[in-house]
C-alpha cells in the first residue's frame, strides 16, 4: 500500500522518519511530503496557500498507481482531507493525528501570528501544557531547530470542499493531547471544526496519549497504528500501541485469527527498539534475544502456513538452510542481521500465512479441513488446531518479548 505522510505547520517530510521504518518493514511505500514552503527556512514562501499545499498532496496520489492511505497531522489534517475531497475514489482510508478534516469554508488551522509571507513557530509558552507532554527539553530544542516556518497563506485562505464521496472515506482518527471521548463531546455541542466528522459514514477512535507531536514522542506506536489501519479489520479497535484488539462478539474463525493477529502485533511492539544492538541483548542465563524472536516466529509462520497446512516446501531463506548441522539456525543467525532485515523476514513470513488462511478457506472445509502435509504417525491437525497453536506460540514468547524489552530499555505493558 502506497501510504501519502502530510506533515503539519513548521514541518516538513523529514517529520516522518521515525514513523515510517514501521511500515516499510511491512512492505509498504512511503510518501513523506515537503510540501511548497517547506523546504528550508530560506524558501520564497510568497503567495504559497492552502490550494498548493492541496494540489501538492493530490499530485503524490496521482503519481501512485493503486489505492492510498493519507495520513494528516494536526493543520494537516485539513489538507489531508482536502485531498480526499479532490480524490475520493483513489483513497482508501485517512488516518488524522491529532487534527480534524476541516468543513468546506472553515480554517485548517488556528490563527498564528504571521510574519509578512512567513508563520513562524511560536515560542513554546503559547502552547497548552498537553500539547507538550513527552516533549523534552532536548526534543522541544531539536523541534525548534527543525522547523522552518509556514506559508502565511495556510492560515489566512479557506477550505474548499465539493464532493461529497468523502463522506464514504473511513477516518481514523488519532488522539494524542485530547480523547476520542472528547471529540464526540464536541460533535455533540456542534463544535465547528468537528463537524465534518458528523458526515462521514465510518470514523474510528484511537486514544494515543502524548502531546500533539506524536511521530516525535511516541513513532513507533503511531506507526503501528497506520499499520493496523491498513491491515487490521475495518472495524478493529486500535490500542495506544497500534494493536487491532480481538473482536469480542465474533465468529469461531475471527476470534482466533483477532487472538493471533494480537500476539503478532504485541511481538512488533515489545521487538521495536531504537537502541543499536539492542535486538541482540540477552538477559539473565537466557541465549535468547529479541531478534532471534523475531525469526523464530517467521520461520514457524511458515512451517505450520506452508509447510503444514499446504504441504509446500519452506520459502526462502528456510530452504537453504541445512537444518541437521544447526537445529536453531534462525536463532543463531538473526545476530548477523539488521532490525530491518530481521522485521522484514517476519512481515513477508505473517503475510505469506494471512494468504495461506485465506487460500485454504476459499477451498472450502472451513476450520475442521486437516491440514495436508501429515506427520510421522499418519495423523494431521486441523486449521483449528493450527491457529490454536500459534496464538499459544505467540503468547509464550511473548512473555520472553516482556523480560527482554525491560532489560533492553525498561519498557513494560501487556
Same mark, same amino acid.
Given at each position: 500500500?502506497?501510504?501519502?505522510?502530510?506533515?503539519?505547520? !513548521?514541518?516538513?517530510?523529514? $517529520?516522518?522518519?521515525?514513523?515510517?521504518?514501521?511500515?516499510?518493514?511491512?512492505?509498504?511505500?512511503?510518501h513523506?511530503?515537503?510540501?511548497?514552503?517547506?523546504? &528550508?527556512?530560506?524558501?520564497d514562501?510568497?503567495?504559497?496557500?492552502?490550494?498548493d499545499?492541496?494540489?501538492?498532496?493530490?499530485?503524490?496520489?496521482?503519481?501512485?498507481?493503486?489505492?492510498?492511505?493519507?495520513?494528516?497531522?494536526?493543520?494537516?489534517?485539513?489538507v489531508?482531507?482536502?485531498?480526499?475531497?479532490?480524490?475520493?475514489?483513489?483513497?482508501?482510508?485517512t488516518?488524522?493525528v491529532?487534527?480534524?478534516?476541516?468543513?468546506?469554508?472553515?480554517?485548517?488551522?488556528?490563527?498564528?501570528t504571521?510574519?509578512?509571507?512567513?508563520?513562524?513557530?511560536?515560542?513554546?509558552?503559547?502552547?497548552?501544557?498537553?500539547?507538550?507532554?513527552?516533549?523534552d527539553?532536548?526534543?522541544?530544542?531539536?523541534?525548534?531547530?527543525? /522547523?522552518?516556518p509556514?506559508?502565511?497563506?495556510?492560515? $489566512?485562505e479557506?477550505?474548499?470542499?465539493?464532493?461529497?464521496r468523502?463522506?464514504?472515506?473511513?477516518?481514523?482518527?488519532?488522539?494524542?493531547?485530547?480523547?476520542?471521548?472528547?471529540?464526540?463531546?464536541?460533535?455533540?455541542?456542534?463544535?465547528?471544526?468537528?463537524?465534518?466528522l458528523?458526515? *462521514?459514514? /465510518?470514523?474510528?477512535?484511537?486514544?494515543?496519549?502524548?502531546?500533539?507531536?506524536?511521530?516525535?514522542?511516541?513513532?513507533?506506536?503511531l506507526?503501528?497504528?497506520?499499520?493496523?489501519?491498513?491491515?487490521?479489520?475495518?472495524?478493529?479497535? *486500535?490500542?495506544?500501541y497500534?494493536?487491532?484488539?480481538?473482536?469480542?462478539?465474533?465468529?469461531?474463525? &475471527?476470534?482466533?485469527?483477532g487472538?493471533?493477529?494480537?500476539?503478532?502485533?504485541?511481538?512488533?511492539?515489545?521487538?521495536?527498539?531504537?537502541?543499536s544492538?539492542?535486538?541482540?541483548?540477552?538477559?539473565?542465563?537466557?541465549?535468547?534475544?529479541?531478534?532471534?524472536?523475531?525469526?523464530?516466529? /517467521?520461520?514457524?509462520?511458515?512451517?505450520?502456513?506452508t509447510?503444514?497446512?499446504?504441504?509446500?516446501?519452506?520459502?526462502?531463506?528456510?530452504?537453504?538452510v541445512?537444518? $541437521?548441522?544447526?537445529?536453531?539456525?534462525? !536463532?543463531?543467525?538473526?545476530?548477523?542481521?539488521?532490525?530491518?532485515?530481521l522485521?522484514?523476514?517476519?512481515?513477508?513470513?505473517?503475510?505469506?500465512?494471512?494468504?495461506?488462511?485465506?487460500?485454504?478457506?476459499?477451498?472450502?472445509?472451513?476450520l475442521?479441513?486437516?491440514?495436508?502435509?501429515? !506427520?510421522?504417525?499418519?495423523?494431521?491437525?486441523?486449521?483449528?488446531?493450527?491457529?490454536?497453536?500459534?496464538?499459544?506460540e505467540?503468547?509464550?514468547?511473548?512473555?520472553?518479548a516482556?523480560?527482554?524489552?525491560? /532489560?533492553?530499555?525498561?519498557?513494560?505493558?501487556?
Amino acid at each position: 500500500m502506497d501510504v501519502i505522510l502530510v506533515p503539519g505547520l !513548521w514541518l516538513n517530510g523529514a $517529520s516522518w522518519a521515525a514513523v515510517q521504518p514501521v511500515l516499510e518493514r511491512a512492505g509498504h511505500r512511503t510518501h513523506p511530503l515537503t510540501l511548497p514552503g517547506l523546504e &528550508s527556512p530560506a524558501a520564497d514562501r510568497t503567495g504559497i496557500g492552502l490550494a498548493d499545499h492541496v494540489a501538492a498532496v493530490v499530485a503524490a496520489i496521482d503519481a501512485t498507481s493503486g489505492p492510498v492511505v493519507v495520513v494528516g497531522h494536526s493543520a494537516g489534517s485539513g489538507v489531508a482531507w482536502a485531498a480526499v475531497d479532490a480524490r475520493p475514489d483513489r483513497v482508501a482510508h485517512t488516518v488524522l493525528v491529532g487534527g480534524f478534516p476541516s468543513p468546506d469554508g472553515g480554517p485548517i488551522a488556528d490563527s498564528f501570528t504571521t510574519d509578512g509571507a512567513d508563520l513562524p513557530l511560536p515560542p513554546w509558552s503559547e502552547f497548552e501544557a498537553a500539547d507538550l507532554a513527552d516533549l523534552d527539553d532536548v526534543g522541544r530544542e531539536t523541534f525548534r531547530a527543525q /522547523a522552518v516556518p509556514s506559508p502565511a497563506g495556510l492560515v $489566512s485562505e479557506r477550505q474548499k470542499l465539493t464532493d461529497e464521496r468523502r463522506y464514504d472515506v473511513p477516518v481514523t482518527m488519532v488522539c494524542p493531547e485530547f480523547t476520542g471521548e472528547m471529540v464526540r463531546g464536541w460533535l455533540a455541542a456542534g463544535a465547528a471544526p468537528v463537524s465534518e466528522l458528523g458526515r *462521514i459514514r /465510518a470514523v474510528r477512535y484511537v486514544d494515543l496519549p502524548t502531546g500533539h507531536w506524536p511521530q516525535f514522542t511516541r513513532p513507533g506506536d503511531l506507526g503501528r497504528t497506520i499499520l493496523s489501519v491498513i491491515e487490521a479489520p475495518a472495524d478493529a479497535v *486500535i490500542d495506544e500501541y497500534g494493536r487491532p484488539e480481538p473482536p469480542t462478539g465474533a465468529d469461531e474463525l &475471527s476470534t482466533l485469527v483477532g487472538f493471533l493477529d494480537w500476539q503478532r502485533a504485541t511481538l512488533g511492539w515489545k521487538c521495536d527498539v531504537s537502541e543499536s544492538g539492542a535486538l541482540n541483548r540477552t538477559t539473565a542465563a537466557s541465549s535468547m534475544t529479541l531478534g532471534g524472536l523475531l525469526k523464530h516466529l /517467521a520461520y514457524v509462520e511458515d512451517d505450520w502456513f506452508t509447510r503444514d497446512l499446504h504441504d509446500r516446501p519452506k520459502p526462502p531463506p528456510w530452504d537453504a538452510v541445512d537444518w $541437521s548441522a544447526d537445529r536453531d539456525w534462525e !536463532w543463531h543467525s538473526a545476530a548477523e542481521d539488521s532490525a530491518d532485515e530481521l522485521f522484514a523476514i517476519w512481515h513477508r513470513s505473517v503475510a505469506r500465512s494471512r494468504a495461506a488462511v485465506a487460500e485454504a478457506l476459499a477451498a472450502g472445509g472451513g476450520l475442521d479441513q486437516k491440514a495436508k502435509r501429515l !506427520w510421522p504417525d499418519g495423523n494431521s491437525p486441523n486449521l483449528r488446531w493450527i491457529l490454536a497453536h500459534m496464538i499459544e506460540e505467540y503468547a509464550r514468547h511473548n512473555g520472553h518479548a516482556d523480560l527482554l524489552r525491560e /532489560a533492553v530499555d525498561g519498557v513494560t505493558g501487556e
